[in-house]
């Protein structure tokens, strides 16, 4: 069974939308996860908790370095030769031939970096914040996919899909 929901999750992925029958085909538990897992509160809180949980490894490296890079950025101007364009005149007893070098010019981001010292006591307040608030969100994201699975489970699969096409 779980093979065959796959493939059914796969091909809904694949295609962007379900039919009544696939949901006929899906279990109330599985209609309620495929719902579910796509509400909209869920993947903000979800994304929300991913770039906290990003920030908290920025935390710990400065903390295991016990500093941090910063970087000094400039944009400098660079001039590359793109083409040569060259033209012979002819005259009776001679000949003359001038060329032109046309330039490119590109602006290219040229950066130093520099190894400044932290205080430890402020970045473990930091990551102590950070760990909070990723405890937070994923109660909040729990309570808000229970809600969720305790409305969609109780729903036929007709139901299910005017909710999901609304």
């Given at each position: ?50 770039n ?25 101007k ?75 489970y ?13």
């Amino acid at each position: 069974m779980k093979l065959k929901v796959f493939g059914m999750a796969a091909s809904v992925m694949l295609f962007g939308c379900v039919t009544v029958e696939q949901f006929e085909k899906m279990s109330s538990s599985e209609r309620a996860d495929f719902i579910c897992s796509r509400d909209k509160t869920v993947i903000n809180l979800q994304s929300s908790i991913n770039n906290s949980l990003y920030g908290k490894y920025a935390i710990q490296q400065k903390i295991s370095n016990g500093y941090e890079t910063k970087s000094n950025c400039e944009s400098v101007k660079v001039q590359t030769p793109r083409s040569v364009s060259c033209g012979t005149t002819y005259g009776v007893y001679t000949s003359n031939t001038n060329c032109n070098v046309y330039n490119d010019t590109q602006y290219e981001q040229r950066c130093t970096e520099s190894h400044v010292p932290i205080n430890v006591d402020t970045e473990k307040e930091k990551l102590q914040q950070v760990n909070n608030y990723i405890n937070s969100a994923e109660k909040e994201k729990s309570e808000a996919y229970s809600r969720c699975y305790s409305h969609i489970y109780k729903m036929s699969p007709e139901e299910v899909y005017l909710y999901y096409n609304q």
